[in-house]
């Protein structure tokens, strides 16, 4: 096996508050990136999933070589906002519970990216264009904001993403964050699931691979015991949501695997014959299923890393 075989690095790209610190807050179940609705991320932030990590670890440096000469400290939300503004490179380590329940020890390498447009800062351009140039990537994650979608933003960057493609030809999976701002009453997501298969079929993106998620939502669930009244209140309207319109979150997907289709679907039927609504909420996120996704592609161009061998699916409820 070549040396890429034997590790494998997810590049989270998008438009400016798509969503991804938050959804890469949500797979680590910590609110560790700095998130906000202005431009918030700055730096190549490489998250580094290390299975045996009690803790999230973390170090920062001017260049990615450098940064091998400085020193671990603890991480947490205020010391990686303050070296966002800093450092353009921040690496990260910590366990990711979703690989490691899959038997995924170590090899696998999340980064997270500032967007490749912010007219206040042109180094966020750079720094994203950068990890698309020598980030060594296995995997894109292509993050898109649902509420606002197919914006002339998305559009540059999609076309900017599909020709280094062409020379880095990667799989490649689209996520429609924000489903949660979706008005069930007035609005389809299946309709908007279409909507962008059209739009990316215009870019010449045929058979894009698309998961719907509320990743603010899911980290909620994951951060249950640490929530403001907010954040709270926030979680028990989405489950009210949930129960009153049952199935408007169900099959927020495209082009996924059968298999992955069928053990979700039956999972959910589970779910709703028991009435655990908390659970089918939470699956109702779409994280479960990003993450399903995420594996099935790190189990077919990876095996190595993996350590588990069974072939189920595997869907998180927690
Ligand atoms: N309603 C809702 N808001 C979200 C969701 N994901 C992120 N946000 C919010 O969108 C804003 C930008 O998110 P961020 O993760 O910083 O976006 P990024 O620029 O793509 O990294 C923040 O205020 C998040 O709380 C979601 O699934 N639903
Ligand atoms: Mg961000």
Redesign the pocket.
């Known amino acids: 096996m070549n040396e890429k075989a034997q590790k494998f690095t997810i590049g989270i790209v998008?438009?400016?508050?798509?969503?991804?610190?938050?959804?890469?807050?949500a797979l680590m179940g910590r609110a560790l990136?700095?998130?906000?609705?202005l431009?918030?991320?700055a730096a190549a932030m490489y998250i580094y999933h290390d299975s045996d990590a009690a803790q999230f670890t973390a170090r920062a440096a001017c260049t990615r070589e450098a940064l091998e000469d400085v020193c671990f400290e603890l991480a947490d939300r205020d010391l990686l906002d303050a070296w966002n503004d800093v450092f353009p490179f921040i690496e990260i380590r910590g366990c990711l519970p979703f690989l490691r329940d899959a038997g995924i020890h170590g090899s696998v390498t999340l980064v997270?990216t500032?967007?490749p447009n912010n007219s206040m800062d042109e180094r966020h351009g750079l720094t994203t264009r950068s990890v698309l140039q020598f980030g060594d990537i296995s995997l894109l994650l292509h993050?898109w904001?649902a509420?606002q979608l197919a914006t002339r933003d998305d559009r540059n960057f999609l076309r900017e993403v599909e020709a280094w493609r062409q020379t880095s030809p990667v799989p490649e999976l689209f996520v429609l964050?924000?489903?949660?701002?979706f008005d069930p009453e007035k609005e389809s997501l299946a309709e908007s699931l279409k909507s962008m298969q059209r739009y990316l079929a215009e870019e010449n993106v045929s058979f894009p691979q698309i998961t719907g998620?509320?990743?603010?939502?899911?980290?909620y669930f994951r951060m249950r015991e640490a929530l403001s009244a907010r954040e709270r209140e926030?979680l028990e309207d989405f489950v009210e949501e949930c129960g009153r319109f049952r199935d408007f979150y169900e099959r927020a997907y495209a082009n996924v695997d059968p298999v992955l289709d069928g053990a979700f679907t039956e999972l959910v039927g589970t779910l709703k014959r028991e009435h655990r609504m908390q659970e089918l909420s939470f699956l109702n996120?779409g994280v479960p299923m990003l993450e399903a996704v995420i594996l099935d592609h790190v189990r077919r161009l990876c095996p190595k890393i993996v350590s588990q061998k069974e072939e189920d699916a595997c869907i998180r409820l927690s």
Do not use: F, I
């Open positions: 998008g438009v400016m508050s798509a969503g991804k610190s938050t959804l890469l807050n990136l700095p998130a906000r609705n431009a918030t991320t997270d500032p967007g993050v904001n509420s964050n924000r489903m949660d701002c998620t509320s990743a603010r939502l899911a980290l926030r996120t």
